[in-house]
Structure formats: structure tokens, C-alpha cells
């Protein structure tokens, strides 16, 4: 009787396993109008999913869109941490959205699984492909086929105080030129005393130490990684001494204390709060700060000694490759690229566009800090590496426990020791 | 003390019937048929649960550990890579040795508060009422809520714990709880853990002592022993199944803790309180490597099968 039921469980089990290993290895259904190259508005309904962090710009895509077209498109967000995570369940279940946003520097990572379905056909035919930049674009390539397009620009500028800036004596039109009187406005203002710092920093959080940091790094002419994101290049004089810059403001108590332990979530919190003079960030905080009555100035992140670029970061958008609305999805996409879009859309609302050629559109003239920021576009870099998040933004990253080093501890050697380590990680495959 | 023994109870048997009263072999056997029948009916909705979403997982698991398993399209195998892999994940070597003393550091923490809270309202008295419900009550609110809890009540920022230290003189200046220091980390999730599951334990362990027949004890006092001896020879030995239950349970769950150290530290500082399970998450959630997420899950299960043969090993003996 027993062994009869062991046999049983086997068989079943056996079985079991048997139908789920075929449903992995099945190819994906071809998707209906799969074949053209336009775009389909025949009142298909399509999800797309993204992460919080961009989450509004979306919305605003999808609302503008389902005005205009008989395909409605539905938006829902998720945490970012908790983001890629959902998308590999979502992935290993095949229940991937029709369409999903993802932070432009794992685009790599996803289009070397095969998450979103190939472009490159439909893209070639769009006319597009020049003119959407092509940051985002190179992120969103794996094997010379693209898999993502575009869709949020967010870049790293300095942002600063006004009102601390006239009260410390500093010109509140005026914001640093390099890296070091950047430093030197920062002790200015911390002078005030009370509850008022200089600047603060995410110390505890890789993504945010990467994006305000590496544009110093760009700006002194080095560099971070090579073309193909898999050989670090962190233990640079370059990198040394942008890290140098900050460690002493944390050392000095110019940089609040509570940048030490910034792993993100409090952040734009800081910032808000009006107590902080001068700090790297997000070019899309500056409405969210102006929001709670602070006066912000924008100002370009430099090297060192001069010598302006930033981190073009945002998110890239593909057609989910389970999707079998792939011809509805991409005319969604198309028209998130248009003129139309790019321009009532993202440039009404202060946004930067994805277009190159729309940098200076009609609402880009009316505020001179877009202006900066939009000019920006040209000076800046997308880093390219496909195990990029394992290697530089989850907190377990090497990158993390280089930072951690270079910034509170035995800096030479976190940043030698660093290099090994990110470079390993980059070419785990 | 040595006349003393645990009491046999739960062991009575029915007595076989007389041979004479039996109904004839032919009957006996098909009325056992049906009987084993409807049995195996009564087990089968949990029988399928248990085959569908353990042992088919577990299966699977164990199959995708030998295969270069991708996110979409067929799986590889590369047996043994996966395996051998771990050895040179670094990460790996600092969660073992970093869940090893959390293991051993939460297992006597929780042991001796519940044990202790346990005691503390065994017997009836005015307010124990209300005492057992008030150190049961944490186990109420999800883990994963509670870790979120504590991380607001933790925060410089939002919470009120470092500003009341700071009134009251303790601390001075900025503090961080969750990510100052590896000690402060571990001991905010330790704390944590104590807070919600002390009452769970101590009800399981409140269970066991009200089990003691008071005449044991009453044998006990009436033989001289003094209140330590009753607890070291009357009170331990009759709690062992109990004891070796919770210490089973509080083991199991240090061994795989995850929920606290991901939402309360996320593995910080500088990776000081990253966990096996979250490297585990690393390897299938961020590098999206499942085949080698599933082999370090196979590894840690045999961890745990060996843990749990030795307790129950104990457990059956001496029960």
C-alpha cells in the first residue's frame, strides 16, 4: 500500500513537473498584428506598470492618451524598491503588463532577459530613432536590437537654497561653478548655525550616491565604467577626489549628520525641509520643494575644478514580451514620443523632454532654470551595464560598501578593493 | 526528588476487543477497507494542499537548482555550477555567519523573556488576565506591518523614541537606530522580534506548565525541595517536549529571518545584518540568477532538516 502511494506521489510530482518545465520552455505565442509596424488603436485595454518615483509622469501619459485614442491605457505603480522584484514574479509567471516602465539603468538587464519584446523594426519605421535621446535608448539595447524606448527624463542638478543663500551673504543668483565652491558655499551656510547644514548627501543609499556623485567624476573628464558596462573604473584619482570633497564636509559636520545613514526614503524630506543649503539632487524635486514654500536655485553638478555634465537618469518603457497586445502597446508608445506629448505633456509640466529636438520648445523659454537643465541634456552620460543593479544600487551591492568606505572609512582602500569587487560583479553571468 | 517521575498521560490504548466478539474475517476486512478509505478521504484536501504548494515547490526548487534557470525561456542544465558557486559568493559566507549569531543571540533572548513571562503569569491572580492578553497582544499586527512600525518609532526623523531620550538626557545629538551601527541595527530588529513574538511563545510555554499536575509539585514541597530545586528538577524536565518545541520554532525562524532586517536595516550597515534569505532574494529578485537562488535555498533546507531531526529526535525521546 505504501510503496504503491509513494509510486503515486512520484508519477504525480514527475507529472507536475514535467507540464511545468514544457510551459517554461514554450516560445511566446506570437502576438496578434505582431507582423506591421504601426501602431494599432482599436480599444484595447493595456496595463502598464512603473515605480513610484516616475509614477506621475506616467499618469499623465496615460490620461492625455486615453482622451485621444479608443485603446485606454490603465497605470498602476509599486514601491521602487519592491519594483523589480514584482517584475521578475510577474516575468517567471509569464503575467507581464502590456507595457512596463523601468528605471533606465536596469533597462540592460531586462532587455538581456528578454522581458520586453523587440523594437528595432518598428522603432526604424517610427522616424524616431534619432531624435529621442539616445541615453535611453543605447540602455534599452542588448545584442544591437532595442527593446525600450524613452519615457522619463529625471537628471541630477545642484539645488539650492535661496533664502539660506542671501542670509549666509552668498549671491542667490549665482550658484557654484566646481565641485570645490560648491564646498565652499556649503561651509558658508552652515555658519548660520542652529538647526541649518550645508549640504546633505544619500550616504547610505548606492543609486543616490551614484547619480549626484559620478556627474563630478564626468565633469573632471574620468569615468566610471567602460563603454560596455563590464571593467569599474572607480579607484581613479578622479573619483578619489570627489569622494574627498564630500567625506570632508561629513567630517567638518558641514554635511547633516543624518546623511550618513540616507538610504533614500528620507531624502527629499531634508530637502523640503528648508534646512539644507546647498545639495545634489533629482532635477524633477525642484516643483516638490518649491511646493513647501522653499526658493530653490539650480545649478549645474561640476568637477572638482570645473567642468559641468550630469546623470541622465528616468525611466525606459518597452512592450512586455507575454504581452499579445504588442501593435496597441507600441501605439501607445509612439505617441508618448510625439511632438504632441513631449511638448503638452512633459514640457507644460516643467518636465525634460525625450526628444532632442524638443529641448526648446514653447514652455522651456518661460522659467531660465529648465532652460539650464534642458541644456544639460547634451553634457550628460547614461551609464551602461547590464548586472548594473546587483552591482551598484541594491544595498548589498559592492558599490554601497565602497561608498561606505570612501566617505567613513579607509577611503584609498575601499575604493581599490571596490574596484575588484564592482568589476567582478559586473561580469557575473 | 528521584522518586519523582513525569506522569504517563495521553498513552491509554483501547483494549483489543475479545476474539470471540469480533465479526466473521470477510466482514472485518471490507468494514477496515472502508474505514481506510474514508480516511484517506478525510486526508486528501490536505494532502493536496500539502502535494501542491510544498512538495511540487520543493521538487521544483530542488530541479531548478541544477539549471541556469532564466526569468523567460528554457532552462539550461549546469549542474553541479550552482552549487559550487555559493562558495565564491562572498556575501554568502558574512549572511552565514551574520544568521548563525543572530540564531543563537535571538534564540536565548526570546527563550528566556517568554520563558520568564510565562512563569511570571502562570498562576491565577488578580491583573493576570489582562497581562497574558497584553503580552499576546503584538502577535495581532502582521510582522511586516510591525517592522514598518518600528522603523517609524525608531526614526530620528518622524519618531518619538530618540527625541523622549533626548529629553531624559541619554542620548545627545542625531542617532540612528536602524543603521548607526551593526549593534544598534541588530538590536532594534532584536528588539523588534522580542516584542512581537515573547507573548506567542509564552503561550505555548504557558501551555506546557499548566500541564505539571499540581500534585508533582505539591509531592515535591512535601519532600522539602526548595523553590529552585522544584523548578530544576520538576518544572524543567516535565517542560522538555514543550521546551524543545518553541526552541524548534524560535530556531527555524532566526534561521530564515527576513521581514525585520529587510524593511528595519535592508542588511546594513555595510552589510552587517544582511541575512541568508536575502541573499537569497539578491540572488533571484536583483540578479534574477533563480537557478542559483534555488540552490542556496536547497542548502539551507538541509541546514534546517538536520536542526529539526536532532530537536524532534530530542522531543521524541524524552516525551
Not at chain 1, 88 to 103: E, H, T
Not at chain 1, 168 to 196: M, N, Q, W
Not at chain 1, 229 to 239: H, R
Not at chain 1, 366 to 385: C, E, F, H, M, Q
Request: proline content about 5%.
Amino acid at each position: 500500500m505504501r510503496s504503491r502511494g509513494l509510486r503515486a506521489l512520484a508519477v504525480t510530482a514527475a507529472a507536475l513537473l514535467v507540464t511545468a518545465v514544457a510551459a517554461c520552455g514554450a516560445d511566446d505565442p506570437e502576438a496578434p498584428g505582431a507582423s506591421g509596424t504601426a501602431g494599432v488603436d482599436d480599444g484595447a485595454q493595456l496595463t502598464l506598470w512603473t515605480r513610484a518615483a516616475t509614477e506621475s509622469v506616467s499618469k499623465a501619459y496615460a490620461e492625455a492618451y486615453n482622451k485621444t485614442h479608443k485603446n485606454k491605457v490603465t497605470v498602476t505603480s509599486y514601491p521602487n524598491e519592491e519594483y523589480p522584484a514584482k517584475l521578475a514574479s510577474a516575468a517567471g509567471a509569464k503575467a507581464l503588463p502590456d507595457l512596463f516602465g523601468a528605471d533606465v539603468v536596469f533597462a540592460a538587464q531586462y532587455a538581456s532577459q528578454g522581458l520586453w519584446t523587440d523594437l528595432t523594426e518598428r522603432l526604424a519605421a517610427s522616424g524616431l530613432k534619432d531624435k529621442v535621446s539616445p541615453g535611453h535608448l543605447n540602455a534599452g539595447t542588448w545584442d544591437g536590437k532595442n527593446y525600450a524606448v524613452p519615457h522619463t527624463v529625471d537628471m541630477s542638478v545642484m539645488l539650492y537654497n535661496k533664502d539660506l543663500y542671501t542670509k549666509a551673504g552668498l549671491d542667490p543668483e549665482k550658484g557654484p561653478t566646481s565641485l570645490k565652491e560648491f564646498a565652499e558655499h556649503a561651509r558658508k551656510i552652515d555658519k548660520l548655525g542652529g538647526d541649518v547644514n550645508g549640504t546633505y548627501f544619500g550616504g547610505n543609499c548606492g543609486g543616490c550616491v551614484e547619480f549626484t556623485f559620478w556627474p563630478s567624476v564626468w565633469g573632471a573628464g574620468g569615468d566610471v565604467l567602460d563603454a560596455k558596462g563590464e571593467n569599474a573604473k572607480v579607484d581613479s584619482k578622479e573619483m578619489a577626489d570627489v569622494f574627498g570633497i564630500y567625506r570632508a564636509l561629513y567630517d567638518e559636520g558641514v554635511a547633516a549628520p543624518a546623511s550618513k545613514d540616507e538610504a533614500g526614503p528620507t531624502w527629499l524630506g531634508a530637502l523640503q525641509s528648508g534646512k539644507i543649503g546647498i545639495a545634489p539632487g533629482p532635477s524633477v524635486w525642484l516643483g516638490l520643494i518649491e511646493e513647501k514654500g522653499v526658493k530653490m536655485g539650480v545649478a549645474p553638478i561640476s568637477g572638482p575644478d570645473g567642468g559641468d555634465s550630469t546623470f541622465i537618469g528616468g525611466d525606459a518603457i518597452g512592450v512586455g514580451a507575454t504581452s499579445t497586445k504588442a501593435a496597441q502597446a507600441w501605439d501607445f508608445l509612439l505617441w508618448t514620443m510625439s511632438e504632441e506629448a513631449q511638448v503638452e505633456v512633459i514640457a507644460k509640466n516643467k518636465g525634460v523632454p525625450i526628444r532632442t529636438d524638443l529641448a526648446s520648445n514653447k514652455y522651456s523659454a518661460a522659467d531660465p532654470r529648465i532652460v539650464l537643465i534642458n541644456s544639460l541634456v547634451a553634457k550628460g552620460k547614461t551609464p551602461y551595464a547590464k548586472n548594473f543593479n546587483a552591482s551598484f544600487n541594491d544595498p548589498q551591492s559592492p558599490w554601497l560598501q565602497t561608498v561606505r568606505g570612501a566617505l567613513f572609512g579607509d577611503a584609498a582602500k575601499s575604493l581599490t578593493d571596490g574596484n575588484t569587487a564592482i568589476t567582478k560583479s559586473l561580469q557575473q553571468g | 526528588m528521584s522518586t519523582l517521575t513525569p506522569p504517563r498521560s495521553g498513552k491509554a490504548r483501547p483494549l483489543p476487543a475479545p476474539e470471540a466478539a469480533r465479526p466473521p474475517k470477510r466482514f472485518r476486512r471490507s468494514a477496515a477497507r472502508s474505514r481506510a478509505a474514508l480516511g484517506a478521504l478525510y486526508a486528501t484536501p490536505t494532502a493536496v494542499m500539502v502535494g501542491l504548494f510544498f512538495l511540487v515547490p520543493l521538487v521544483l526548487v530542488g530541479w531548478m537548482s541544477l539549471h541556469k534557470w532564466p526569468l523567460l525561456g528554457a532552462p539550461t542544465m549546469n549542474v553541479p555550477d550552482n552549487y559550487t558557486r555559493i562558495a565564491d559568493n562572498e556575501l554568502v559566507a558574512s549572511a552565514v555567519w551574520f544568521t548563525v549569531k543572530y540564531t543563537v543571540l535571538m534564540t536565548v533572548g526570546l527563550f528566556v523573556v517568554a520563558f520568564g513571562l510565562a512563569l511570571l503569569v502562570q498562576q491565577r491572580r488578580r491583573g493576570v488576565g489582562f497581562l497574558r492578553t497584553a503580552f499576546l497582544l503584538p502577535m495581532a499586527v502582521g510582522f511586516a506591518s510591525a517592522s514598518l512600525l518600528f522603523l517609524g518609532l525608531l526614526s530620528d526623523e518622524i519618531g518619538p523614541l530618540s527625541d523622549l531620550l533626548r529629553k531624559l538626557g541619554v542620548i545627545d545629538g542625531y542617532v540612528s537606530w536602524t543603521s548607526g551601527s551593526s549593534e544598534s541595527a541588530l538590536g532594534s530588529a532584536m528588539v523588534l522580534v522580542l516584542w512581537r513574538f515573547a507573548g506567542f511563545n509564552m503561550l505555548i510555554l504557558l501551555t506546557g506548565l499548566q500541564a505539571i499536575p499540581l500534585e508533582v509539585y505539591e509531592a515535591a514541597r512535601i519532600d522539602g525541595a526548595s523553590r529552585w530545586q522544584t523548578f530544576r528538577r520538576v518544572t524543567i524536565p516535565l517542560m522538555r517536549p514543550t521546551i524543545a518545541l518553541v526552541l524548534t520554532m524560535m530556531i527555524t525562524g532566526s534561521l530564515l529571518a527576513f521581514d525585520q532586517f529587510w524593511i528595519l536595516t535592508r542588511g546594513g550597515p555595510d552589510n552587517s545584518t544582511t541575512s541568508l534569505v536575502m541573499v537569497i532574494y539578491r540572488e533571484a529578485f536583483i540578479r534574477l540568477d533563480l537557478g542559483s537562488a534555488a540552490a542556496i535555498s536547497v542548502a539551507l533546507l538541509a541546514v534546517l532538516v538536520v536542526f529539526n531531526v536532532i530537536q524532534l529526535g530530542v522531543l521524541r525521546r524524552r516525551s
